[in-house]
């Protein structure tokens, strides 16, 4: 027990240092926190060194302008601004932080109390909550002090408590729901411990550190709030003096020395923006991953990447005929990770015929989808794309402004993975359809409404005039991918590129989408790339497969020879070993690809694939291979292991 | 809304009533016989049972009736009328500082959003997320008086506050500033964040494999997504007008209602406290129910349900 609980202290002890470093961490919150101590030594020393000038009446000389003696002037009274704005610092501050206490005393108890109450009483506590905190804090404090209405350093302390209470009853409630589903606190229920104790022995010490986290970020409020009470008359009255007051008193003397009004405005606003960043940088070493919610920064595609090598020798794409809608040759695209530049697409070379159905598969992770948003010039602004050729219906598509932007908008359509979360919510579907072909090739309105219109009945869509007039969450899932097809095919696009167009939809409608690609794929003659995980369904309508591992090509493959198992390198058997099937056995496991998908920041030497492959030779750890043709197979593999066994 | 107003009717009364042990003495005067003390109760209609008392004075707001002031107690000046004279002042002020807010705090947002997009311009991203907290956590009142010594005092370019021989449009810009400023930047700091993360979502990647114009993506795709995050995330800042413009209101002598609430304070003049608190009060629901009215009209996703 004792032993326990020492282990306990010294986790805690560990936690407050890594908090302490945290804190350390974040230059504004050790500035405020600076402004913040100075300030305390003000309001503790400021009254005994400067009490005297603050108060000494010298009539005789009112109003005069800063010098030596006095560095901030007089006021009409012939009183040291300067002393009077240090001297008030201990009332301002005190106030403030009796405020913030008061509103604790109140509102925590508040906020437990709704937390353990039965359900109908949670909900209408809860909803009074808010609706208090639905009214702005200052006006609320000016509300209580008006009705109030005895004008006063206590009667404003009194509005400030209240007025700050609601906040903290909002967080405790939420911090001691949060805990209270937790195991252990359900444990100590189900041990027969009253909720009362339980409060005390395991929510209270759970949220305290968070609690006292929020009275301080209180703190800043509480200084505002009640210097504006007095800054409007019903606070603090004379001859006590605080910030505030000496704002009022500077305001309507303005004209003569509005450094009177100056000086207590910036400690004011010193004192709130201090408290409040203090209070920031506090809660967010307490918490930091509460607090650095880190969005925005997600990137489209995020792989994980390494090993620099610079593009391969061109083995390819030299003998295809000359109706290539799309060349891609020495492909390199390269994004920043660890301080340095990490190629997750590394010399991807392929061609796509016309009319052809292209495959690409591999596990997350292996660059298919870079591949696809550096084709169609969508990459992230971090990633740096190279290539020897990047060409879409023979036009050069590796750089060029608006020019590249008018090749792309009339041969390329492109389909995402999830047509929920692709189509913009705001918009209704004619909208989004229409928009494409409206401005980037300036086609009529009328005629841009009936070619949307003819698009979704290419595709399927019942009833299309009233889906155009619809939004996206109108739709089901299946209806919207196909619109996304519709919206592909505006242009009538020599490519379409769909990726992973099946993953997030019905495993029902997953079958009709593949259908209609073909359809599309016969009727319009348009060429297919397409991005799956899924090698089986990429095999049933593709006429080549495209093997990536690690940001390359490993094989590239027929999809006959692929139906006949000729499949060469160990990486593409273990993608179709990992293919469920009605042969096997159902006692069987499923077959998953062994080890872990590649970490590009850290790629081993020689081939990548190394250190998961069964038949890894030497030769495999050491020199990387290219792909070669395995004469015997309608395939090429980039496998040492494959090249022995036909050489 | 009906019953927070009504919440908002009970605790006016309740509040007053507890506080107040005998408006009728201070009606009176502190010296007034016992006699007068009793006819001005009567008068009053305090010597009736509280719930009666409570529907008089529930009775009377709804009819526009919040009794007599009690600044000069045999006048009769009606409350209703003090308070038709102040109300369009303060809802000009507010008025403005809400338009100020519209005006600026988007197009700032967006466009250091658009900027600041994958992570470009790093410096400006500190700058100006340092700068707008700092302004945007001093209170108005503060800003007030900073923006009256620079531009009333040193520069002497504006007038501090309305005076007989002023124009009003005049008047009014250095307090609607300083009423909106601080809230320009904190909206504008959440319309930045909100411009980064629509940025980020697939169906901008989708806009952009159209290739629309810049002004289209940004205009038609970013925009109103952006739009209703902000204001489910600032929409309370609307509100927050209200309190900013009873303390602002103070600081330039402008003729409205928070300038009043703070002299009938001072002097206990609680029929003119009861209905400001009850006007002011419910100018606040009004606002946060425009700004849920507003958000269910710029998400389509709420429209049919």
């Known amino acids: 027990m004792s032993t326990s609980k020492a282990r306990l202290e010294e986790n805690h002890a560990s936690a407050l240092a890594q908090t302490w470093r945290a804190f350390i961490a974040s230059p504004t919150g050790v500035a405020a926190g600076v402004v913040f101590v100075i300030l305390v030594a003000l309001a503790i020393v400021g009254p005994i060194v400067w009490g005297d000038p603050a108060t000494h009446l010298d009539i005789f000389n009112g109003r005069r302008s800063p010098s030596w003696q006095h560095l901030l002037g007089t006021d009409p009274a012939g009183r040291d601004i300067l002393a009077r704005v240090v001297v008030a610092t201990r009332l301002s501050l005190g106030m403030g932080l009796a405020g913030a206490m008061i509103s604790a005393v109140i509102g925590i108890p508040i906020g437990i109390a709704v937390a353990v109450a039965g359900p109908r009483l949670r909900d209408v506590g809860g909803r009074l909550i808010d609706l208090w905190l639905s009214f702005p804090y200052l006006l609320v404090v000016i509300f209580l002090s008006a009705v109030v209405a005895n004008v006063g350093t206590l009667s404003a302390l009194f509005a400030v408590g209240l007025a700050g209470a609601p906040r903290l009853a909002r967080v405790t409630n939420t911090l001691a729901t949060s805990i209270g589903g937790r195991e252990y606190i359900l444990a100590a229920s189900a041990a027969g411990i009253g909720g009362p104790r339980v409060l005390l022995r395991h929510v209270l010490p759970n949220i305290a550190e968070a609690l006292c986290i929020s009275v301080f970020g209180l703190v800043g409020s509480s200084i505002i709030g009640f210097s504006s009470l007095s800054f409007l008359g019903i606070g603090v009255q004379p001859p006590a003096f605080d910030w505030g007051q000496l704002l009022t008193l500077g305001v309507q003397d303005i004209y003569a020395t509005p450094l009177a009004a100056m000086a207590p405005g910036v400690m004011i606003a010193a004192a709130g923006v201090a408290s409040g960043y203090l209070g920031e940088g506090l809660a967010h070493a307490l918490n930091p991953l509460l607090w650095t919610a880190s969005r925005g920064q997600a990137r489209a595609d995020s792989p994980t990447l390494a090993g620099f090598r610079d593009p391969v020798p061109d083995y390819s794409a030299t003998d295809r005929s000359a109706e290539e809608v799309l060349v891609v040759d020495g492909l390199t695209v390269r994004l920043p990770m660890d301080g340095r530049l990490v190629p997750v697409v590394d010399s991807v070379t392929f061609g796509v015929a016309r009319g052809e159905i292209v495959g690409i598969v591999g596990e997350s992770g292996s660059g298919k989808t870079m591949t696809a948003l550096a084709i169609s010039g969508l990459v992230p602004f971090t990633a740096t794309v190279s290539a020897r050729r990047l060409e879409l219906n023979r036009h050069s598509t590796l750089s060029g402004g608006r020019e590249r932007e008018r090749i792309f908008a009339a041969g390329l359509g492109m389909i995402f993975q999830d047509p929920m979360s692709s189509l913009n919510p705001a918009l209704r579907i004619g909208t989004q359809l229409k928009e494409g072909a409206r401005h980037s090739r300036g086609i009529g309105s009328g005629a841009v409404t009936d070619r949307a219109i003819q698009r979704l009945r290419e595709v399927h869509v019942s009833v299309p005039e009233l889906r155009l007039r619809q939004y996206p969450h109108e739709l089901s899932g299946g209806m919207r991918q196909r619109v996304m097809i519709a919206m592909a095919l505006m242009n009538e696009p020599s490519l379409i590129i769909a990726d992973e167009p099946t993953s997030s939809i019905d495993v029902t409608i997953q079958a009709q989408i593949v259908a209609l690609l073909e359809e599309i794929n016969r009727s319009r003659h348009a060429s297919i790339v397409l991005i799956s995980h899924d090698i089986a369904l990429v095999s049933s309508i593709c006429s080549r497969v495209l093997v990536m591992y690690a940001g390359r090509i490993v094989e590239e493959i027929s999809a006959r020879g692929l139906a006949a198992g000729e499949a060469a390198h160990p990486y593409t058997r273990m993608l179709l070993s990992a293919v469920p099937d009605l042969s096997r056995s159902r006692e069987e496991p499923l077959v998953n690809v062994p080890g872990q998908s590649p970490d590009f920041a850290n790629l081993p030497a020689g081939c990548p694939f190394n250190k998961r492959c069964p038949l890894a030779v030497d030769k495999c750890s050491r020199d990387r291979p290219e792909l070669f043709p395995i004469r015997t197979f309608n395939t090429r593999a980039a496998c040492w292991v494959a090249q022995d066994a036909v050489q | ?305």
């Open chain 2, 1 to 305: 809304m009906i019953a927070v107003l009504a919440v908002l009717l009970v605790g006016t009364f309740v509040m007053v009533r507890l506080f107040h042990a005998d408006p009728a003495r201070q009606v009176a005067g502190p010296e007034a016989d016992p006699q007068l003390v009793a006819q001005v109760r009567a008068e009053l209609g305090l010597n009736q049972p509280i719930w009666v008392q409570f529907a008089q004075y529930a009775d009377g707001v709804l009819h526009g009736d919040f009794g007599s002031s009690y600044e000069a107690p045999f006048a009769k000046l009606p409350v209703a009328r003090v308070i038709g004279e102040t109300f369009p002042w303060t809802a000009a002020l507010a008025g403005v500082a809400t338009l100020m807010v519209v005006l600026f705090s988007v197009p700032i947002g967006l466009v250091s959003g658009i900027l600041t997009r994958d992570n470009r311009h790093r410096r400006f991203t500190l700058v100006f997320t340092g700068g707008a907290s700092a302004i945007a956590s001093i209170p108005a009142f503060l800003l007030a008086t900073f923006l009256s010594a620079v531009f009333a005092v040193w520069l002497a370019l504006l007038p501090v506050g309305a005076g007989p021989d002023t124009p009003v449009w005049e008047a009014i810009i250095l307090p609607a500033t300083a009423l909106a400023l601080g809230d320009i930047f904190i909206l504008a700091r959440i319309i930045r964040v909100e411009t980064l993360n629509v940025l980020a979502q697939d169906y901008i990647r989708t806009a952009r494999s159209k290739r629309l114009p810049a002004h289209v993506l940004y205009l038609r795709h970013v925009l109103p997504n952006v739009l209703t995050a902000a204001l489910t995330l600032g929409g309370s800042v609307f509100a927050s007008l209200i309190a900013g413009a009873v303390i602002v209101e103070n600081v330039f002598d402008w003729p409205g209602m928070g300038t009043k609430l703070v002299s009938a304070i001072l002097v206990g003049d609680y029929p003119v406290i009861q209905a400001c608190v009850l006007i002011l009060g419910t100018a606040v629901i009004v606002i946060n129910t425009a700004v849920d009215l507003a958000l269910g009209f710029l998400d389509p996703r709420t429209l049919n349900r």
